[in-house]
C-alpha cells in the first residue's frame, strides 16, 4: 500500500542523525536479549522455552502446528511470563526483474527520449536491500491476558522530493486477546477476544490474508508483486498492512468448530496506539464499524490436520482516505479456505488454498458522469474481483523445504480502473493477473532463513503480450527472481 | 470521535485479565497451578487429555508408569535428556515445575486409562511379537518382556509401552541405538545396538497393536 503524506516524527532518511538514532534504539533493544538467556530464540520460544518447530509447521514461521494454534487462541498464554518480552526481525534481500526497459513510465517505448532513466520504475532493482526490521513485544501478561505487538521499519519506504530513501517507522501487527478454556473429558471449549488491528491477523490457518509465500518480494511496483492490492476500492480483506482497529470475538470447539465474528474501524483516536507511525492519511480508510466474520471445521488425525474454511467481510471504504465526506465504495468480501497439514518428523508437508470473491460497489459520484460531483474513478458502478491461491510446501528435518504457489487474481472489465497505463494498465480493460511462484529455502539455524523466490507471470493485467495497451510490454516481462535472508531473535 | 467504548473493552480486558485464574492457568511458573490443570491447559495439547496423543510425534502417556513419568520430566527440567525431540519440546515446559507438581502430573497420566492408537499388519506384528517375547537369541538380544514386561505394561522406572505410537517407538530406538542423549537409557543402548531397522519396525508396529 502507498503510504501518504511524510509526518515529521516518523519519517527518517538513512544516513542523517536521526536514522542513527533509531538505528542505535534498536541495536539497543536486540542487545538486551542477548543478555537476558543464553538460549537464543524469540520471544514467544523464550516464554515457553520451546523451540519454534513447537508451534510453526516444519519450524517456518508464519505457518502454525495444531498446538501452535491452541497457543495462539488461548491468548499466548502458555509458559512463563517473559522477563524481556521482546523480539527483533529482520528480512534483506535482491529482487531482479525480468526486463525493465520496456514500458518505462517515462517513456512507453524505452527509448529514454526525453532524457529519464527507465530504472525509475524498478528503483534498487538487483541491489541488496534490508527491506524491513521489526521489533515485536508481548507473551503472556496474566493466566488469561497475551498480547502480540510488532513495529516494523522500513528503510526504503519512500523517494522523497530529492530522489533520496527515506525510512519508516510503523506499528505493524497488533494483536491483544483475553481467552479461557473450559475443557473436561466431555467438552473442550476455548473462547476469547482479541483487539488487533488487521483483518486476518486473528487467523490461526494464515490463509485468506496472507502470501503464501512467507517472505514477500520486497521493493518495485507494488503491482508487480503476487497478489498485492492497491487502491481504496479493494477491501482491508485483501489488501495487506491495512491498520485498523478490530474487536473480536471467537470459539473454537472439541478442536473441530470454529467461530469468529468482529467489527473493524479506524484505527484513529484512542485506538491509535495501534497504527503508531501510519500517517492519518492512510487510516481514515473505514466508514463505521464493519462486520467480519469466520467459520472452520477443524480435524485432526494421527500426523494429519485439516481445515475447510468460510471468511467474510461488509465494508465501508472512503474513495479518498483523507476526506471523511468522500463518497464510499462498499465492499461484500465472501471466501472459502482450506488447508491440510502433514507432521511426522522430519517430514512436514503442507498445502494450502483460499479462494475470495470480493464485489465492490461504488456510490453514485464515483461512476455516474451526470452526477454534478462525477469524479470519474470507474466506469462501471461496481465491479469485482476473484483471488485464488494455491500453495504446497515440503520441510525436511525443519531445514530444508520447497514450495510451489500459484496466484490467480481475476475480475470485471472498468475502461477507467484499469486503463491503458505504461506497466500497470491493460489493453483490455481486465485486472487478471496469474503467477507461479516456486521457492527454495534453507533454514541452517532455526532463527535463519534463506531463501529464493521466482515470480512466473504468465498473464498480467488482462493479457500476455503487449498487455499494458501502450507498449510491447509482456507479462513475462515482470517475472521477478528474489534472493532473501529472515532472521528473528 | 467517541472514546468510550475502546476505553471500556481496554479496562474490561486487563481487568478481566488481571486476576489470577488457578482453575484455569497455563502458566508454568506458578507452584501454585495444580498438576492436573497443568495436564489440561498444556499437556492436553499435545498427549490428550487422557494421555492418549492424538499424533505420533507425542508419545502417549496413559497408563505409562508413575516412577518413569517422574523420572523423565525431572530429566527434562535438569536437561539431561538430550534428544531433539525432548529440549525442543520438554525442557522449557519442564524448567519451572516443582516436585510436587511433577509427581501430580505423573499420578494424573498414570491413572489414565491407555488405548491402541491402531492395528499393524499381521506379519509385521507377529516378528515384532516374536522379539519382544523371546528376544534375538543369535543377536544375544533379551526379550523385551522382562524389562518392560509380559503385557508391555512397564515396571517404576521401566517404561510402559505397549499401545504407545509405532513411530514415537521407533524414533526412541533410533535415539538409544545412534547416541547417548537418553543417558538413562545405557541398558536400551546395548540392546537397540543389535537390532536392525527392520527389527525396530516390527517391534513398534507390535507394541502400537498390543493385539494380546
Known amino acids: 500500500m502507498e503510504r501518504g503524506t511524510a509526518s515529521a516524527y516518523s519519517w527518517v532518511r538513512p544516513g542523517t542523525p536521526r536514522f542513527f538514532f533509531h538505528l542505535a534504539a534498536w541495536l539497543i533493544a536486540a542487545a538486551s536479549l542477548f543478555s537476558g538467556e543464553a538460549q537464543a530464540l524469540p520471544l514467544f520460544a523464550r516464554q515457553t522455552g520451546q523451540n519454534c518447530v513447537a508451534c510453526h509447521a516444519g519450524g517456518q514461521f508464519p505457518a502454525l502446528t495444531p498446538y501452535g494454534r491452541i497457543f495462539k487462541l488461548t491468548g499466548y498464554t502458555i509458559g512463563v511470563r517473559n522477563p524481556i518480552p521482546l523480539s527483533v526481525m529482520i528480512q534483506a534481500g535482491m529482487t531482479k526483474v525480468a526486463n525493465k526497459t520496456n514500458g518505462s513510465l517515462v517513456d512507453p517505448n524505452g527509448s529514454g527520449g526525453n532524457g529519464a532513466m527507465p530504472n525509475d520504475n524498478y528503483p534498487r532493482d538487483g541491489l541488496f536491500t534490508v527491506s524491513q526490521a521489526s521489533l515485536f513485544a508481548g507473551g503472556k501478561i496474566t493466566d488469561n491476558l497475551g498480547l502480540f505487538a510488532q513495529w516494523t521499519l522500513d528503510p526504503y ?333 | 470521535m467517541n472514546a468510550r467504548p475502546a476505553l471500556a473493552t481496554a479496562a474490561l480486558l486487563l481487568a478481566a485479565g488481571g486476576c489470577v485464574n488457578l482453575e484455569r492457568s497455563r502458566d508454568l511458573g506458578n507452584p501454585d497451578v495444580p498438576a492436573a490443570t497443568l495436564a489440561a491447559q498444556v499437556c492436553s495439547n499435545c498427549h490428550g487429555l487422557d494421555g492418549n496423543a492424538p499424533s505420533p510425534n507425542f508419545p502417549s502417556l496413559a497408563g505409562q508408569q508413575k516412577d518413569y513419568l517422574e523420572a523423565q520430566l525431572r530429566q527434562f527440567r535438569g536437561h539431561n535428556r538430550l534428544d531433539p525431540a525432548g529440549f525442543e519440546y520438554m525442557w522449557g515446559l519442564s524448567r519451572k515445575l516443582t516436585d510436587a507438581q511433577i509427581a501430580g502430573l505423573a499420578d494424573y497420566f498414570a491413572a489414565q486409562r491407555p488405548r491402541s492408537p491402531g492395528p499393524a499388519a499381521p506379519a509385521l506384528a507377529e516378528a515384532g511379537r516374536r522379539i519382544f517375547k523371546d528376544g534375538l537369541p543369535d543377536g544375544n538380544i533379551p526379550a523385551c518382556a522382562t524389562c518392560h514386561g509380559e503385557h508391555g505394561e512397564g515396571n517404576a522406572t521401566f517404561p510402559r509401552l505397549a499401545y504407545q505410537h509405532a513411530d514415537y517407538l521407533y524414533k526412541q530406538l533410533v535415539v538409544f541405538q545412534r547416541t547417548d542423549e537418553r543417558p538413562e537409557g545405557s541398558v536400551m543402548k546395548t540392546i537397540a545396538h543389535g537390532l536392525s531397522g527392520a527389527d525396530m519396525r516390527a517391534v513398534a508396529a507390535y507394541l502400537q497393536a498390543f493385539p494380546d
Open chain 1, 157 to 489: 519506504s519512500q523517494q522523497n522530493g530529492q530522489g533520496k530513501w527515506v525510512s519508516h517507522t510503523a506499528s505493524d501487527q497488533f494483536d491483544l486477546r483475553y481467552a479461557d478454556r473450559l475443557i473436561n473429558p466431555g467438552r473442550d471449549l476455548i473462547v476469547g477476544v482479541s483487539l488487533n488491528n488487521n483483518i486476518g491477523t486473528t487467523d490461526v490457518w494464515n490463509t485468506f490474508n496472507n502470501p503464501f509465500q512467507m517472505v514477500p518480494s520486497p521493493i518495485g511496483p507494488a503491482s508487480l508483486q503476487a497478489n498485492v492490492f492497491t487502491g481504496p476500492q479493494y477491501s482491508p480483506m485483501l489488501t495487506q498492512g491495512n491498520l485498523n482497529a478490530g474487536l473480536n470475538a471467537y470459539a473454537f470447539w472439541n478442536n473441530t468448530v470454529y467461530a469468529e465474528v468482529g467489527l473493524y474501524r479506524n484505527a484513529n483516536g484512542i485506538y491509535s496506539i495501534m497504527s503508531q507511525g501510519v500517517s492519518s492519511d492512510n487510516t481514515t480508510t473505514l466508514k463505521g464499524y464493519n462486520p467480519y466474520w469466520r467459520l472452520a471445521l477443524n480435524h485432526d488425525w494421527g500426523a494429519n490436520s485439516a481445515m475447510i474454511g468460510l471468511h467474510g467481510l461488509n465494508a465501508r471504504v472512503y474513495s479518498d482516505p483523507t476526506n471523511a465526506s468522500s463518497p464510499l465504495i462498499r465492499n461484500d468480501d465472501v471466501g472459502i479456505d482450506g488447508q491440510f497439514q502433514h507432521i511426522l518428523d522430519p517430514h512436514t508437508f503442507s498445502a494450502q488454498f483460499s479462494y475470495t470473491r470480493e464485489r465492490q460497489r461504488y456510490d453514485d459520484a464515483l461512476w455516474n458522469p451526470n452526477n454534478p460531483a462525477y469524479t470519474g474513478s470507474y466506469a462501471n458502478s461496481s465491479n469485482t474481483i476473484d483471488l485464488l491461491k494455491l500453495n504446497a510446501t515440503y520441510i525436511y528435518l525443519a531445514k530444508y523445504g520447497a514450495s510451489l504457489s500459484y496466484v490467480s487474481s481475476q475480475g470485471s472489465k472498468d475502461a477507467i480502473l484499469y486503463a491503458a497505463n505504461p506497466i500497470t494498465g491493460s489493453a483490455n480493460n481486465r485486472p487478471g493477473t496469474r503467477v507461479w511462484i516456486p521457492e527454495v529455502f534453507w533454514t541452517p539455524i532455526q532463527y535463519v532463513r534463506i531463501g529464493f523466490q521466482y515470480y512466473k507471470y504468465t498473464q498480467f493485467m488482462g493479457g500476455s503480450t503487449a498487455y499494458d495497451g501502450v507498449s510491447s510490454r509482456s507479462a513475462k516481462d515482470n517475472d521477478l527472481t528474489f534472493l532473501y535472508l529472515w532472521a528473528a531473535y
